[in-house]
């Protein structure tokens, strides 16, 4: 088998390192990109399972964290999204412990109508971590009074596409160079045979995998697979990026979104500068005013000007079509407000893997397979995303039309299960833990109603004392955790570019 990828950036190497991992040069793998094409990526926040990701390919934390300027994430912290000068923060990770079988959050939300005055994320060992920006990763050998921290990372989306460039090549990867002019496919089965290259080559593939970025060079340009389009749900259309100069004091190890008048700013922290962005909806606001926007809420000097990205939210009518796979943008968009660009990189590909073609006679349900687990994720993506907009009580008007939305039947029922009584639809395989879900809704103010009965069954002067000590506990362990800056100092650091 010849696997061709067309196409670089996270993307195209994500894939091809993976797929060269898997088939450790039994097979033949070639990756076409092109200097001359730029691809989208800026300072990139992840999620978790990237950390499974880099150790499945055997990747040495310390090396790939200094590669790449990366510092670590332990979440998001949330402003103004419910309301003006509201705040909130998604961590990775649990809220405190259970109590005899009851879900911690229902224990909570019984304390919090009886006075408790501390809130769900003060029991949450990455949200405290995060608010005294420390970080420790967990160890084998942990001393119990340490908490278990979950984690991700920052990184530099470009310099993490060229690690990846060298450890595909290692193990057998064949990059060329040139940009595809013309695609040839055959007459009866209309599977893709062979890319022209505008430098002349002609690269033959049985199997190819489109990594070429919104314009779906493949899958759709070559395919005709088709779009579904969610802008009706997501209707932010633009993005502003731009990088700016560091901060000291806001090294921080988590993510900031911030909530503006037609859309939302994010701001990553990278060792050697800050990625910052403002996605917006251009029906409610110019280009001019976003920038604006974006340029007066950096904490540091920008270092370039900002570069505009123009996106649709939605994906392919199928993501394997023939002998095609589309990874990545390619494959369809989500905007970043929950860092799952890559992560859906990842899935794509391990997804791949699993139901890899043996030969050229390619089984039909493999691909309906893979499609169906495809489109699975990102509807599940799409209805969490889709909730931090439309729980909100802002009085702008873009903020009013998001809450006015006739929402997927799946997130209603979601959110009127969790407003009835704390509860947390289960979904086999979501991305999203109930710890997750728990914290967005509780954070864009979705109060449940009343809490599980079973909740009442402990005293309640024990259910106190037992979030009391509990409480300080996880104060108690954070605060001997390095800060976040020193951690990197002194394991980690990134030469100086």
């Given at each position: 088998?010849?696997?061709?990828?067309?196409?670089?950036?996270?993307?195209?190497?994500?894939?091809?390192?993976?797929?060269?991992?898997?088939?450790?040069?039994?097979?033949r793998i070639?990756?076409?990109?092109?200097?001359?094409?730029?691809?989208v990526g800026?300072?990139?926040?992840?999620?978790?399972?990237?950390?499974?990701f880099?150790k499945?390919?055997?990747?040495?934390?310390?090396e790939?964290?200094?590669?790449?300027?990366a510092?670590?994430?332990l979440?998001?912290?949330?402003?103004n999204?419910?309301?003006?000068?509201?705040?909130?923060?998604?961590q990775?990770?649990?809220?405190?412990?259970?109590?005899n079988a009851?879900?911690?959050?229902?224990?909570?939300?019984?304390?919090a109508?009886?006075?408790?005055?501390?809130?769900?994320?003060?029991?949450?060992?990455?949200?405290?971590?995060?608010?005294?920006?420390?970080?420790l990763?967990?160890?084998?050998?942990?001393?119990?009074?340490?908490?278990q921290?979950?984690?991700?990372?920052?990184?530099?989306?470009?310099?993490?596409?060229?690690?990846?460039?060298?450890?595909?090549e290692?193990?057998?990867?064949?990059?060329?160079?040139?940009?595809?002019?013309?695609?040839?496919?055959?007459?009866?089965?209309?599977?893709i045979?062979?890319?022209?290259?505008?430098?002349?080559?002609?690269?033959?593939?049985?199997?190819f995998?489109?990594?070429?970025?919104?314009?779906g060079?493949?899958?759709?340009k070559?395919?005709?697979t088709?779009f579904?389009?969610?802008?009706?749900?997501?209707?932010c259309?633009?993005?502003?990026?731009?990088?700016?100069?560091?901060?000291?004091?806001?090294?921080?190890?988590?993510?900031?979104s911030?909530?503006?008048?037609?859309?939302?700013?994010w701001?990553?922290?990278?060792q050697?500068?800050?990625?910052?962005?403002?996605?917006?909806?251009?029906?409610?606001?110019?280009?001019?005013?976003?920038?604006?926007?974006?340029?007066?809420n950096?904490?540091g000097?920008?270092?370039?000007?900002?570069?505009?990205?123009?996106?649709?939210?939605?994906?392919?009518?199928k993501?394997?079509?023939?002998?095609?796979?589309?990874?990545?943008?390619?494959?369809g968009?989500?905007?970043?407000?929950?860092?799952t660009?890559?992560?859906?990189?990842q899935?794509?590909?391990?997804?791949?893997?699993?139901?890899?073609?043996?030969?050229?006679?390619?089984?039909?349900?493999?691909?309906?397979?893979?499609?169906?687990?495809?489109?699975?994720?990102?509807?599940?993506?799409?209805?969490?995303?889709?909730?931090?907009?439309?729980?909100?009580?802002?009085?702008?008007k873009?903020?009013r039309?998001?809450r006015?939305?006739?929402?997927?039947?799946?997130l209603?029922?979601?959110?009127?299960?969790?407003r009835?009584r704390?509860?947390?639809?289960?979904?086999?395989?979501?991305?999203?833990?109930?710890?997750?879900?728990?914290?967005?809704?509780?954070?864009?103010?979705?109060?449940?109603?009343?809490?599980?009965?079973?909740?009442?069954?402990t005293?309640?002067?024990?259910?106190?004392?037992?979030?009391?000590?509990?409480?300080?506990?996880?104060?108690?362990?954070?605060?001997?955790?390095?800060?976040?800056?020193?951690?990197?100092?002194?394991?980690?650091?990134?030469?100086?570019?």
């Open positions: 088998m010849h696997y061709v990828i067309v196409g670089g950036g996270s993307a195209g190497w994500m894939a091809a390192a993976a797929l060269a991992h898997a088939v450790e040069k039994t097979q070639t990756l076409i990109e092109s200097d001359d094409i730029g691809t800026v300072g990139e926040a992840t999620i978790p399972p990237l950390t499974f880099n499945v390919l055997g990747i040495n934390e310390r790939f964290v200094q590669a790449t300027q510092s670590f994430k979440g998001i912290d949330f402003r999204w419910g309301s003006t000068g509201h705040r909130y923060f998604h990775f990770g649990e809220f405190g412990v259970n109590i009851i879900a911690f959050h229902q224990l909570w939300l019984r304390l109508a009886n006075g408790l005055p501390h809130p769900i994320s003060d029991y949450a060992p990455a949200a405290v971590a995060a608010t005294q920006m420390r970080f990763p967990p160890t084998p050998n942990q001393p119990l009074d340490l908490p921290l979950a984690y991700a990372y920052h990184f530099d989306a470009g310099l993490y596409a060229r690690f990846l460039r060298r450890y595909a290692q193990r057998g990867v064949m990059r060329i160079e040139g940009r595809i002019v013309n695609v040839e496919r055959h007459g009866e089965s209309g599977f045979e062979s890319v022209k290259l505008d430098n002349g080559p002609t690269i033959a593939g049985d199997f995998l489109d990594c070429s970025g919104f314009q060079l493949l899958i759709e070559t395919m005709r088709g579904e389009d969610w802008s009706h749900w997501l209707p259309d633009r993005a502003l990026a731009v990088p700016s100069e560091n901060n000291p004091e806001a090294f921080t190890p988590y993510t900031r911030t909530a503006h008048v037609a859309g939302w700013q701001r990553i922290p990278l050697h500068r800050t990625g910052n962005g403002h996605v917006y909806c251009s029906d409610y606001i110019s280009d001019d005013e976003a920038s604006a926007t974006l340029l007066a950096l904490d000097k920008p270092l370039a000007d900002p570069r505009l990205l123009r996106f649709r939210t939605g994906r392919r009518r993501f394997w079509n023939g002998n095609c796979v589309a990874i990545g943008l390619a494959g968009f989500m905007e970043p407000l929950e860092s660009s890559l992560h859906m990189i899935t794509a590909v391990f997804r791949l893997l699993s139901l890899m073609p043996t030969s050229t006679t390619f089984d039909p349900s493999a691909a309906a397979e893979f499609n169906r687990l495809s489109a699975v994720e990102y509807e599940q993506i799409r209805d969490f995303i889709l909730l931090h907009y439309f729980a909100n009580d802002r009085p702008e873009f903020w039309d998001c006015a939305v006739a929402i997927p039947d799946s209603a029922h979601r959110i009127e299960l969790f009835a704390g509860k947390v639809a289960r979904e086999e395989g979501h991305l999203f833990s109930d710890s997750s879900w728990i914290a967005v809704m509780l954070g864009q103010k979705i109060m449940p109603r009343q809490w599980d009965p079973l909740a009442d069954v005293p309640l002067e024990d259910l106190k004392k037992k979030f009391g000590e509990l409480r300080d506990r996880i104060h108690r362990g954070i605060a001997r955790m390095p800060t976040h800056a020193n951690f990197i100092d002194k394991n980690c650091k990134a030469p100086t570019l």
